[in-house]
């Protein structure tokens, strides 16, 4: 079967006023259909870059970068993007409904429209919220609507770029919940940045290391924990413990 991302050799560098800065070096990796592939590693070590590679945003500059076997030359119709900074990434001036409807409001029209919207709102739990304004509801609610406007895309891949960061540790356990319940109902591929290793054994099938200056994989995880995943029983399994510490050791963590 074709992977549905594969990446081999990749590099990325810039060319600045004071020589090139390399980003990214000798990347490779393949993410299978079905499964939630999370990036791992500290602030500078380019995973926005690779993620911004993968979405067709940003060309790399050595290397391959193959979506559903076809190199990767621009966005893709079915890849969706799911940014950190949920209020900059949301029109104040609209309400929930008519953000969720941004990216296909010029395709989909009257009731089909509106179909797609609310069932987006309710895979989220933010169907009550329609004729809200994105000031009027908390971080948590505000990412929801982000993400349920790259649902309402019925998009085949997420990728999401550290989009729990900026969230208290109550909301983003939830949104970690409500996340695996989505992949559950749509099937959707999730590629998924964070710098939380226990979010990314938490929401992962495997948890792909960045380090380094320029970054490389350093080492590839694989997380055989039961589902469905729990907020408690989950992170008390000594599996669990152990990959954290595995991890954190990959990463160049000190103890």
Known sequence: MVPIFELEDVSLSYELAGGARNVLRNISFTVSDGEILTFCGASGTGKTSLLRIMAGLTRQTGGTANFRGAPIDGPANDVAIVFQDYSNALLQWRTVGRNVALGIERTLKGTELKDRVMDALRLVGLEKNVNDYPWQLSGGMQQRVQIARALALKPSVLLMDEPFAALDA??????????????????ANIVFITHDIEEAVY???RVAVLRGTPSTVEQLFDIALPKPRNQITTRELPEFLALRHQIHDAIGGHS
Do not use: H, V, Y
């Open 203 to 205: 929401l992962g099938d």
């Open 170 to 187: 109550m909301t983003k356990a939830s949104l970690q919940d409500e996340l695996l319940n989505i992949r559950d109902k749509t099937g």
